[in-house]
């Protein structure tokens, strides 16, 4: 009898298990993606097929998604995730963003490329600008340096934006370190994102399978 009761407790659910990311989150962060499905994302402006998760991985499939938001607003906040840029991708993360208009001025865009093959104009002849390439926010402030890896390799970025004070980390390097207020005159009409003290988070589709994973939030 002793031996049936264990099988049956065994066969009882015992509660919803944690999600994939629960248990590598760093103290304090909660995580945005649980490893298996798109729970807790909305695609804004696109087609949600181009979007998907497996493995622990979420990824776009080229042009065509939109950008993927988060269901929750933030205001002050550190992100955390990892990204793969295959050859020639681009895409972003958004930041602030509202679900109007185009995420990339409306809210921030920290620009996510492969650096190296758009910086060879054999490949892009328009000629990449320092305010398009990884790390910066895009259109408005360059990074101070370059530290992304080639493509193919995955890629650390830590973003902490608080009150107007913007910070970003790539790969362990500060690439920015930037008082939006010192923008605003300048970039202000064409980017009034920078005035945005709440909104959504995003991943863009643009070019190529880029694939996220460990994707943590932090309210501050």
């Known amino acids: 009898m ?4 264990a099988v ?7 509660g919803p298990l944690a999600a994939a990311d629960d ?11 649980n490893g298996k499905d798109l729970t807790g994302w909305k695609v804004f402006n696109g087609k949600m ?18 950008w993927l938001f988060t269901e929750k607003e933030y205001s002050d906040f550190e992100l955390r ?3 793969k840029m295959p050859k020639a991708g681009n895409s972003g993360v958004a930041l602030r963003a509202p679900r109007e208009g185009n995420p990339a001025y409306q809210g921030m ?24 390439l990884t790390g910066a926010i895009y259109g408005v402030v360059p990074p101070s340096k370059d530290a992304t890896k080639p493509a193919g390799e995955w890629n650390t970025m830590r973003i902490v934006a608080k009150g107007r004070h913007v910070t970003i980390e ?18 202000g ?19 190529g399978r880029v694939e996220f994973r460990r994707l943590y939030v932090k309210e501050l």
Do not use: M
Request: with cysteine; aromatic share 10%.
């Open 2 to 5: 002793k031996c049936i009761w």
């Open 8 to 14: 049956l407790l065994l066969a009882v659910p015992l």
């Open 23 to 33: 248990k590598d989150a760093p103290k304090g962060f909660t995580p945005l993606f």
């Open 49 to 66: 097929e181009k979007w998907g998760a497996a493995d622990g991985v979420l990824f776009v499939q080229g042009s065509g998604g939109g």
């Open 81 to 83: 995730l990892e990204f």
């Open 109 to 132: 865009e920290i620009q996510l490329l492969d650096d190296s093959w758009y910086k060879d104009k054999n490949n892009y002849k328009a000629g990449i600008r320092d305010v398009q």
């Open 170 to 187: 790539l790969n362990g390097v500060k690439t920015v370190d930037a008082d939006l207020d010192e923008y605003k005159e300048k970039h």
């Open 189 to 207: 009409k064409d980017h009034p994102g920078l005035l945005r003290t709440k909104g959504f988070l995003g991943l863009q589709s643009h070019d």
